[in-house]
């Protein structure tokens, strides 16, 4: 037997019938699967990550606290939904998901994110408030495609510096309220496409001079910090 050709939802169906997640949703127009509060516990197994042809996977409202390696395999994920579960890290391969438009680990107990995230430059969406991150990747400023990056609620107490030519970058909305910075990079004002900035309850004492650059800044939270003076 030189080949075999099975089905996406065969391949499917059987491992969610040999699987304790058996009552997790397919849904096979759309490449998705939900497992959205399945009480599911431990490390997700690696037989998940053999299906490598889905672009969404939800495994919100559980208590996974591991992912596999093989992670890395998923190069069509465009959608993973871990929040509110117990992660601590991912792993390595995570950066080779080359197609994930959107990530959420929002409250978890993540401690921080893989280098080479500069790689995921399909990446529009990325959510990880509520976490136990002390900083942010120093590529995270690379991703040219990023649109909203919210790290709220964290314990980061400095951001990445931005270099001359990071100018490219299609921020519009950044969220790092409750945080403990103290300053921000010196380049900060390269980020001129953002529209919605929230710096609340920081301990930031200044803002650098570049800061007047964000000319189509609409929304700036900035309240409860150290601030004694704002740039002109």
Same mark, same amino acid.
Request: glycine letters at 4%; aromatic letters at 10%.
């Given at each position: ?5 099975? =089905?996406?939802?065969? %391949? ?13 949703? +397919? ?6 699967? @939900? ?8 490390? %997700? ?9 889905? *672009? ?6 559980? @208590? ?24 601590? !890290? ?6 080779? !998901? ?6 959420? %680990?929002? &409250? ?43 790290? &709220? ?7 990445? @510096? ?7 970058? *299609? ?7 409750? @945080? ?15 529209? +919605?900035?929230?710096?609340? +309850? ?7 001079? =570049?800061?007047?650059?964000? &000319?189509?800044? &609409? ?6 910090? *150290? ?6």
């Amino acid at each position: 037997m030189s080949k075999v050709f099975i =089905s996406e939802e065969e %391949i499917v169906k059987n491992w969610m019938g040999n699987n304790i997640l058996a009552k997790g949703t +397919y849904y096979k127009e759309e490449s998705r699967i @939900n497992f959205t509060e399945m009480r599911y516990h431990g490390k %997700i197994p690696e037989t998940l990550f053999d299906l490598t042809f889905l *672009k969404s996977l939800n495994f919100s409202k559980n @208590n996974i606290d591991e992912l596999p390696e093989n992670l890395g395999d998923m190069k069509e994920l465009e959608y993973l939904n871990l929040m509110i579960n117990k992660i601590k !890290c991912l792993p390595a391969s995570f950066v080779d !998901c080359s197609s994930l438009k959107y990530l959420t %680990i929002s &409250q978890n107990a993540l401690l921080n994110l893989p280098e080479g995230i500069e790689h995921l430059q399909e990446l529009e969406d990325l959510f990880l408030n509520e976490n136990a991150l002390i900083e942010l990747p120093k590529g995270i400023w690379k991703l040219k495609t990023l649109k909203v990056l919210d790290a &709220q609620k964290n314990e980061i107490k400095m951001l990445p @510096n931005i270099e001359e030519h990071d100018n490219e970058l *299609k921020l519009h909305e950044l969220y790092l309220s409750k @945080n403990c910075l103290v300053f921000l990079p010196d380049r900060f004002g390269n980020l001129t496409s953002l529209n +919605y900035l929230y710096l609340s +309850y920081n301990m930031i004492k200044r803002v650098p001079d =570049s800061f007047g650059n964000l &000319q189509l800044l &609409q929304y700036l939270y900035i309240n409860n910090n *150290k601030l004694t003076s704002l740039p002109r």
